[in-house]
């Protein structure tokens, strides 16, 4: 087994700590690679916290992990000694069924393996995250990544990236449409940067007024306040799509009557609670409700190949693993520009 160093939460909204756990050994078609950053999603504080199930502790967070790869099985050919390497929500499926046929292993029919929270195909085995200072993973859901990049601001792609890429291309948006980023966070800002490199018209719609000149920075057209009468009330009616990232409990009819005659809310974000669509939100107009989780290995590579090409990264804020609990304590207020991602150098 491979000794490992990471942080956990030993128990629900315990605070996360050091703790040495086990890895298994590098098997034929595994790649081991040594993690030098990994970004904090919202999800991972929404896991530790049990917001949406009870989890599975002790509980390693992490799934927006890169780093460099230090070890191969025999018979893996995508990657050697040295390769920059990357994992994100998912290390593993059934590989079998109709969706991973697909390229979707993310709605495996067995259930994907998460990459922390998550138990391996041998339905016993917990997975423990990218909080850590190495780990193994299956060849088949290692990522490459490109040293044009930044490393550490590369980390987000593989949640906060993949996450709003995928959307935006299942639903083919780009020019001529007017797209809206409910919510400036870490996948909001990433919606915003992928909604414009795709050529939409894009608008933020925020919470956070001191936000407004970070969203033009990012090359956002529009910015509406939500909390501004007035800057909704001329938005009614105007968006193709709403990518929704917001992570707590929000009233979902107010933002359909954002959308314009077939318009589109795609939900990302997962407030702990379920929301209230009201009928007629929806038919007058003929709006749909959609929902979008993190994406297929393949468009994950296609993803940061194509964040290589366009130059696209996170905007980050490195901070040292022992501050994680400010930092979740800042994400909770809104208050995130716009990735956290640690340096596992100080693990
Ligand atoms: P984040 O960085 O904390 O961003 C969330 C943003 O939502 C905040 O910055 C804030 O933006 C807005 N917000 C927060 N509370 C709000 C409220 N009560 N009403 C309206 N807006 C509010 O979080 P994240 O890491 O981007 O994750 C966002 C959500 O996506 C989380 O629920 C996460 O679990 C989920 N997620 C889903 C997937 C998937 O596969 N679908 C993958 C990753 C994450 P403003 O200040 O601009 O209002
Ligand atoms: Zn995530």
């Avoid at 929270?117 to 850590?132: C, F, I, M, Q």
């Avoid at 797209?179 to 909604?195: E, R």
């Amino acid at each position: 087994m491979i000794e490992t160093k990471g942080y956990a939460a030993q128990s629900p909204n315990e605070d996360l700590a050091p703790w040495e756990f086990e890895r298994r050994e590098v098997g034929p078609h595994d790649v081991q690679f040594d993690i030098l950053y990994c970004g904090v999603c919202h999800s991972d504080l929404h896991q530790i916290n049990n917001d949406w199930f009870p989890g599975i502790f002790p509980m390693v967070p992490g799934h927006e992990i890169v780093g460099r790869v230090v070890n191969v099985g025999d018979h893996v050919k995508k990657f050697k000694v040295g390769d920059l390497a990357g994992t994100g929500c998912m290390v593993d499926s059934c590989q079998e069924c109709e969706n991973c046929k697909r390229d979707l292993e993310q709605y495996c029919l067995e259930g994907n393996t998460q990459t922390y929270n998550g138990l391996e195909r041998d339905g016993k085995t917990p997975t423990y995250g990218g909080y850590s200072n190495t780990i193994v993973v299956r060849e088949e859901f290692v990522l490459h990544v490109s040293d044009k990049l930044e490393l550490a601001a590369v980390a987000p792609l593989l949640c906060a990236g993949i996450t709003t890429y995928s959307p935006l291309r299942h639903w083919k948006v780009g020019k001529g449409h007017k797209l809206a980023v409910l919510g400036l966070g870490g996948l909001g800002h990433m919606g915003v940067k992928f909604g414009l490199a795709f050529g939409a018209e894009v608008t933020v719609l925020s919470t956070s007024p001191k936000k407004e000149e970070d969203a033009k920075r990012l090359g956002a057209h529009h910015f509406v306040v939500t909390s501004d009468e007035a800057q909704v009330k001329a938005a009614l009616g105007t968006f193709d799509f709403i990518l929704d990232t917001v992570s707590a409990e929000h009233d979902f009819n107010m933002y359909l009557s954002l959308l314009r005659t077939d318009g589109t809310l795609i939900c990302v974000g997962v407030p702990s609670k379920p929301a209230e669509i009201a009928a007629f939100s929806l038919l007058g107009g003929r709006k749909s409700v959609a929902g979008s989780g993190i994406g297929g290995i393949a468009e994950t590579q296609e993803m940061l190949d194509f964040c290589a090409e366009h130059n696209i990264v996170s905007d980050i804020e490195l901070i040292d693993i022992k501050d994680i609990h400010a930092a979740y304590d800042r994400m909770l207020k809104g208050d995130v520009r716009y990735r956290f991602v640690i340096d596992m150098a100080t693990l």
